[in-house]
């Protein structure tokens, strides 16, 4: 391998000298890629098809709650006498859901592919706050459904000039 081909590889670079393979996609590009396909998938098995240009959060939400089918994450209803702990000693009937995590994930890949493909950020149906409050009710009703609060990790404080290092440090318990 030529040290000018190494160097495109290392700084991100696609170009592709002449009988050379394209670089292969990473694990992120291709997921975000299969994300979506299937989101497209889903919008053209609406009834009546849903065009890409039509679509509006509504549309993402009634993805999401679509997705909770395949789900594979025990969330405790509230009437379940396992509700609110993190490790329950025997299986229920609550319904397995897509967890916070993975819809969070899903809808940053969704809203880069969005943009990707031609949608403008001002009109991106991923980046509305409809969505944002979806995930942080989903997040929420998770967290309490497995006794686990969710708490925002702490910002580490700017450090001004002149400042010693042992007095900025921030211990988080």
């Known amino acids: 391998m ?35 396909n299937t989101f497209g998938q889903y919008l053209k098995n609406q009834r009546p098809p849903v065009p890409l240009s039509q679509c509006n959060c509504s549309h993402v939400l009634d993805f999401l709650r679509y997705l909770d ?8 209803l509230q009437g379940c006498m396992f509700y609110g702990q993190p490790e329950p000693p025997a299986p229920c009937t609550c319904p397995l859901r897509q967890a916070w995590g993975s819809l969070d994930a899903l809808i940053g890949r969704l809203r880069a592919a969005y943009e990707e493909n031609g949608g403008s950020p001002e009109t ?18 998770q967290a309490k459904a497995r006794g686990i609060p969710y708490k925002k990790k702490k910002k580490k404080p700017t450090q001004g000039k002149g400042s010693d290092e042992s007095s900025s440090t921030i211990h988080f318990s």
Do not use: M
């Not at 495109?8 to 996609?25: F, K, L």
């Not at 991106?124 to 009703?141: H, K, M, Q, T």
């Open 2 to 36: 030529s040290s000018e081909r190494g160097k495109d590889i290392a700084e991100g670079s696609s170009r592709v000298s002449p009988g050379d393979q394209p670089p292969t996609p990473s694990r992120y590009e291709s997921q975000k890629r299969r994300d979506w």
């Open 69 to 76: 089918q395949f789900g594979k994450t025990k969330v405790h």
């Open 124 to 141: 991106n149906p991923f980046a509305s706050g409809a969505i944002r409050v979806y995930l942080r009710e989903v997040r929420e009703c």
